[in-house]
């Protein structure tokens, strides 16, 4: 795999994940998938299906560079689809016209299509439609372009799902509002950071490839459960794997008494961990305005808060970075290394992806836990008013 192509994958992905995450609306997560996918690939086309199990269909929900007629061109049974498509597999076609598996061939021919490559769509185990991109060319797919958009379609389905839980459960609150005759402000759920989004251009393309793997991971996780702290250890875990660092903590801000509560960490010992209240305004200030900071030597730097603590526990070097939610930098992810250690901009670039997918999981999970506590709250003051209208009458 060229260089230019490792680096762009991760960057791809990164960027697809944080759009994705930040998104309610499954009609701009699909877009943006097929989009991006294609240029990645730089490929003629693409679409993505998703199957109806009503009408036995696959309908198209979002395409990329195919000409209306051709999207057009006639429905598409879930029993003419490709099988090995339907049990989950990625199928690559290299003569897709001279297949007899495709209804429209004549259309493929005129559409200029030659290779196909099929990718299923899977949400909580189900196959729930395909990521079908289109060649002009035969053509061959790598190891690692299969890996990539496999990533891509996976993250693409979890995020489907998850948005027909949150859209559902917010229809359900939206219904309660209406039978007690309760306005209530609409908030948008992905709104834009005041935070510049990190670069992230990894240089170095073999670690590029395991960053994306790292970063595909990670994110999978995010989309697969709601719980935030088993998020944040996997997390940890991978930062530790990937680095070869001593260890990794992530720390929340208390906004009431400005202190940074280890929220998860690995490899600090249970005293050190136990030395004292961390002050945001007394350690590392400038990670919290929203910039990575490297201490190289934390035993003596006046940043650092407990210097002597520090290098009793063996620790030199700490890099800080802000984990940013919605509008404000909530946190920070700090990896702690036993010598001095410097950081190349490839490894801040992948620290920075994973710092700010792990802030918008943590937001993600506040608003789903807000959400539901809504759905309840409200249920069951619809349920209390309800009984006392029946105890009157």
């Given at each position: 795999m060229s260089m230019e192509r490792s680096i762009q994958y991760f960057k791809v992905f990164f960027d697809a994940s944080q759009a994705i995450l930040s998104s309610a609306s499954i009609k701009d997560i699909l877009n943006l998938l097929v989009r991006r996918t294609v240029d990645a690939l730089g490929v003629k086309a693409g679409a993505l299906l998703l199957f109806d199990e009503e009408t036995g269909r696959m309908k198209l929900m979002s395409s990329y560079q195919l000409s209306r007629k051709y999207r057009n061109k006639g429905p598409l049974r879930t029993g003419d689809y490709i099988p090995e498509v339907m049990e989950g597999k990625p199928v690559l076609i290299k003569d897709a016209f001279a297949d007899p598996r495709f209804r429209y061939r004549e259309a493929m021919l005129e559409e200029g299509i030659n290779s196909l490559l099929s990718v299923p769509v899977v949400a909580k185990d189900k196959v729930i439609g395909a990521l079908r991109l289109y060649m002009a060319e035969p053509r061959d797919v790598s190891d690692s372009e299969m890996e990539f958009v496999s990533a891509l379609a996976g993250i693409g389905g979890l995020a489907i799902a998850n948005a027909m839980i949150y859209e559902n459960e917010s229809v359900q609150l939206s219904n309660l509002h209406k039978k007690m005759g309760v306005e209530m402000p609409r908030h948008p759920r992905g709104r834009k950071a005041?935070?510049?989004?990190?670069?992230?251009?990894?240089?170095?393309?073999?670690?590029?490839?395991?960053?994306?793997?790292?970063?595909?991971?990670?994110?999978?996780?995010?989309?697969?459960?709601?719980?935030?702290?088993?998020?944040?250890?996997?997390?940890?875990?991978?930062?530790?794997?990937?680095?070869?660092?001593?260890?990794?903590?992530?720390?929340?801000?208390?906004?009431?008494?400005?202190?940074?509560?280890?929220?998860?960490?690995?490899?600090?010992?249970?005293?050190?961990?136990?030395?004292?209240?961390?002050?945001?305004?007394?350690?590392?200030?400038?990670?919290?305005?929203?910039?990575?900071?490297?201490?190289?030597?934390?035993?003596?730097?006046?940043?650092?808060?407990?210097?002597?603590?520090?290098?009793?526990?063996?620790?030199?070097?700490?890099?800080?970075?802000?984990?940013?939610?919605?509008?404000?930098?909530?946190?920070?992810?700090?990896?702690?290394?036993?010598?001095?250690?410097?950081?190349?901009?490839?490894?801040?670039?992948?620290?920075?992806?994973?710092?700010?997918?792990?802030?918008?999981?943590?937001?993600?999970?506040?608003?789903?836990?807000?959400?539901?506590?809504?759905?309840?709250?409200w249920g069951a003051t619809l349920n209390y008013f309800q009984g006392e209208i029946a105890r009157e009458e």
């Open positions: 005041k935070f510049k989004t990190p670069v992230v251009t990894p240089v170095n393309p073999a670690r590029s490839l395991e960053y994306f793997r790292a970063l595909h991971e990670v994110t999978r996780a995010i989309l697969s459960t709601l719980d935030t702290r088993e998020v944040v250890t996997l997390v940890i875990e991978k930062v530790i794997a990937v680095m070869r660092v001593k260890a990794c903590g992530l720390r929340l801000i208390d906004r009431t008494t400005r202190e940074m509560e280890m929220f998860a960490c690995k490899g600090l010992s249970k005293w050190f961990l136990e030395k004292g209240p961390i002050h945001a305004d007394k350690s590392v200030f400038e990670a919290l305005e929203g910039a990575p900071v490297l201490v190289l030597d934390a035993t003596t730097d006046p940043r650092i808060q407990y210097r002597e603590e520090v290098a009793r526990e063996g620790i030199v070097s700490v890099l800080s970075l802000p984990i940013v939610a919605g509008d404000r930098v909530i946190g920070v992810l700090r990896l702690y290394t036993g010598e001095t250690r410097q950081f190349t901009l490839d490894e801040v670039a992948f620290l920075s992806a994973i710092a700010m997918i792990s802030g918008i999981a943590i937001m993600n999970a506040r608003l789903y836990e807000k959400t539901k506590y809504d759905l309840s709250f």
